[in-house]
Every structure is written in C-alpha cells, then in structure tokens.
C-alpha cells in the first residue's frame, strides 16, 4: 500500500534555516492531509493540516503546501530549531460513507535533524 | 488541555495469549481508532469505532481483534490470541467531528 509516499528517508538541517519535508499521494480521493510529529517511544503529535480546497495554510513557523494537479504536499519550517528533530509523518484521509473523514493513511514518515 | 490516555504503556506476553490494550480518548470525542505500527513500519489503520459500532475496519483486524466501548470512558483493544507478528506499537486515536485525530502515547506489545 503506497497511496502515501514520503522519498526521504531523512533531512539535516542547520537551526535557523528552512525545513522542507514532501509527500507526495497516489488516491484522488484523499480530500484532507495531515502532518504529525513524532519522538520516539510517544504517539504521534498533530502539526498541522489542510483541506484539498486549499493550498496553503500557515501557522505561525509551519506552512503546509498542497498542489492537487500534483498529487504533492510540502511542510515548511521556518526557521527550524533544534527542538524540531523528530519524525514527521505526512497523513491523508478521505471521506467515508459521504458523511465524515474516517481512517489516515499514513507515509514512512521523515526523520528531521536540525544541527545547532 | 486534554489528551488522549493509554495503558499499559510496555506489555510483554506469550504467544497464543490474549491481551487487553486500554485508552481513554478525549472525554468530548466520538470517533475512536486503533492504528498499529510494527518496528521500521508505517503506522497502519486497524479499525475505527463511532456510535458504539465498528464503521471501519482494515485486512489486518481479523477474528483475533475485538474492540469495545464498555462504559463512557474507555475504549479497548482485545487481541485473542497474540501471534509474533503482533508485536507492535499500538496508537490509539480520537477526534471530536473535525478532521483531526489525536493520538495517544501508544502501548509497546511484545509477543514472545
């Protein structure tokens, strides 16, 4: 199951310049997308998300990127910190039963490291 | 500000037992969910639980999984029957009516 591709397996960074993590989705049907954080040994921390008829939304050092013809969606940190090394996992979902979103599908997930 | 709760946080068990996994979503929530991630893996969909019945339920959650409401607070996984292959983190997540879902701390399953 690929519907949710993130190619790179790890990004370093030095803190203070820009973080960008892809995702890239294969289901057209996925109408909602997702990022989480995640430290080892903890569950999975919601960032931030966006709606498919957006594409973009920001909040405050996070900006999701989204463009549909693509397929593709970007997080951009700025100015990354070293407190952002973690992984980060892009989600997608979309509607079940017409009614409401159901299930993630998730991807490999980024390990991000930020270097001081 | 609330967040979703799981017990216990390690649990190591012989294979062929069974094995209760607990969370307890945030208290407003109504959709639940079980998602598990085996070492190295995706975090995989096993089954979501809205209005106290299964909405829906991935090829992995088999005749060994079960999940229950049983009072107002909890939500549990039942593995019957625990196999190797189960050893796993697993995630439990809720969300309110939004889009999204928040996870909690996960239970470490080892199956020896």
């Known amino acids: 199951d690929q519907q949710v591709k993130q190619n790179s397996p790890s990004l370093s960074v030095q803190e203070g310049r820009i973080s960008i993590l892809n995702c890239d989705y294969t289901?057209?049907?996925?109408?909602?997308f997702l990022w989480y954080k995640k430290y080892p040994a903890e569950g999975p921390t919601f960032l931030i998300s966006i709606s498919s008829i957006k594409d973009k939304n920001e909040d405050g050092r996070f900006t999701v990127f989204l463009n549909k013809s693509a397929k593709h969606l970007s997080l951009h940190i700025v100015p990354s910190q070293p407190g952002d090394s973690a992984v980060y996992f892009c989600a997608a979902s979309a509607r079940a039963g017409g009614t409401s979103y159901g299930k993630l599908t998730f991807g490999q997930g980024t390990i991000l490291t930020v270097h001081p | 500000e609330p967040e979703v709760t799981q017990t216990p946080s390690h649990q190591v068990t012989q294979m062929g037992q069974e094995v209760i996994l607990r969370c307890v979503p945030i208290s407003n929530h109504l959709y639940f969910y079980w998602y598990r991630q085996i070492l190295g893996q995706k975090v995989e969909f096993l089954v979501s639980f809205y209005n106290n019945e299964i909405s829906e339920k991935s090829e992995i959650f088999d005749d060994q999984f079960s999940v229950e409401r049983p009072d107002g607070s909890n939500f549990t996984l039942k593995i019957r029957s625990t196999k190797l292959e189960d050893s796993a983190m697993y995630f439990c997540?809720?969300?309110?009516?939004?889009?999204?879902?928040?996870f909690g701390p996960g239970t470490r399953l080892l199956v020896l």
């Open positions: 289901n057209s049907m996925f109408d909602y």
């Open positions: 997540a809720s969300r309110q009516g939004g889009e999204t879902q928040y």
